[in-house]
């Protein structure tokens, strides 16, 4: 099911907190959003579940109209929002049973669908309990279950891992991806190796405008531009006639040594180019001992770093 974001804007007095933005999100894709607080990612999400209307544009979800239709639009989402409303006083079966009627679970189904959830979230040992009773990580986990005990044909899960444990992580994200097969899913999160584990595209938003959007490895190679290399030498004589011989070659743009890293230099090629062959060339030729050639890439954190601040 897909979700289609047109020209979306929500404006509180003169601040935009989302500015004009327009994207979609299709059925069997896992989008990672992404932004700095107060960049407007929890304003979109809650334009797209409904819970706020926006100063202008439009969100469509399978060609159903948040203005027009927004009844069957909740009825389609699972929504697990940043600050997690639960009933404290309730245990987690009966919270779970009080949910899934809300949402019109047929009470011939709604016992199965809580054993399916209690098992697929983990709360087997808490399910007892009452959640005020429980630790962050197992009410996220509670959280969880009620976005998911209705089978929507989309999640939109906002810090889905807050307060969750090592081990706990990994299982949401084999569990948001295993999800991600069959339904649409909006993630966002702050946790930046989350997002390249777990999703197929990056969107970073930033000041209420959407200031990237691509697959991780895309968005690597764009902020990545020229080719750098780490290279380390051994039997190589002089510092400063390697230096000198490497930046003879046609294809070398730069060359600097690693400080306190004998033998160990970065090379930067040429804009388009690559200086891999003629580095080796250049070793077999001198009778150099290459111990290392590793390409460094742009990692997300600077690419969010560089697009997300001013």
């Known amino acids: 099911m897909?979700?289609?974001?047109?020209?979306?804007?929500?404006?509180?007095?003169?601040?935009?907190?989302?500015?004009?933005?327009?994207?979609?999100?299709?059925?069997?894709?896992?989008?990672?959003?992404?932004?700095?607080?107060?960049?407007?990612?929890?304003?979109?999400?809650?334009?797209?579940?409904?819970?706020m209307a926006p100063t202008k544009g439009d969100v469509r979800v399978n060609n159903f109209s948040i203005h027009d239709n927004p009844e069957e639009i909740k009825k389609k989402i699972g929504y697990l929002p940043e600050n997690n409303p639960l009933y404290y006083d309730m245990n987690v079966i009966d919270y779970l049973e009080f949910v899934?009627?809300?949402?019109?679970?047929?009470?011939?189904?709604?016992?199965?669908?809580?054993v399916e959830m209690i098992h697929v979230c983990?709360?087997?040992?808490?399910?007892?309990?009452?959640?005020?009773?429980?630790?962050?990580?197992y009410r996220q986990r509670v959280g969880l279950a009620?976005?998911?005990?209705?089978?929507?044909?989309?999640?939109?899960?906002?810090?889905?891992?807050?307060?969750?444990?090592?081990?706990?992580?990994?299982?949401?994200?084999?569990?948001?991806?295993?999800?991600?097969?069959?339904?649409?899913?909006?993630?966002s999160t702050h946790?930046?190796?989350?997002?390249?584990?777990?999703?197929?595209?990056?969107?970073?938003?930033?000041?209420?405008?959407?200031?990237?959007?691509?697959?991780?490895?895309?968005?690597?190679?764009?902020?990545q531009g020229n080719e750098m290399l780490r290279v380390q030498f051994a039997d190589y004589g002089s510092r400063d006639s390697v230096i000198s011989l490497l930046q003879s070659l046609d294809t070398v743009l730069m060359?600097?040594?690693?400080?306190?890293?004998?033998g160990t230099f970065l090379i930067q090629s040429r804009e388009g180019k690559s200086s891999r062959r003629s580095i080796f060339q250049l070793c077999v030729q001198k009778n150099w001992v290459m111990t290392e050639m590793t390409p460094i890439e742009t990692k997300?954190?600077?690419?969010?770093?560089?697009?997300?601040t001013n």
């Open 2 to 51: 897909s979700i289609v974001v047109e020209n979306l804007t929500k404006t509180y007095g003169q601040q935009n907190a989302v500015n004009d933005i327009s994207f979609q999100v299709n059925t069997g894709e896992i989008l990672g959003f992404l932004g700095p607080n107060g960049a407007g990612k929890t304003t979109t999400m809650k334009i797209i579940t409904c819970f």
């Open 100 to 114: 899934g009627e809300l949402q019109g679970i047929s009470k011939a189904k709604i016992q199965d669908k809580i």
């Open 122 to 137: 983990g709360l087997n040992i808490e399910k007892h309990k009452k959640i005020g009773e429980l630790s962050k990580g």
């Open 146 to 187: 009620q976005a998911m005990i209705n089978d929507p044909e989309i999640l939109i899960l906002d810090e889905p891992t807050t307060g969750l444990d090592p081990n706990q992580i990994i299982e949401i994200r084999k569990l948001i991806r295993h999800l991600g097969k069959e339904k649409t899913v909006i993630l």
């Open 191 to 223: 946790i930046l190796p989350e997002v390249e584990a777990t999703c197929d595209r990056i969107l970073i938003i930033n000041e209420g405008k959407i200031v990237a959007d691509g697959t991780p490895e895309t968005l690597r190679k764009q902020a």
């Open 255 to 262: 060359v600097d040594p690693v400080l306190n890293e004998d």
């Open 300 to 308: 997300l954190e600077d690419i969010f770093r560089e697009l997300t």
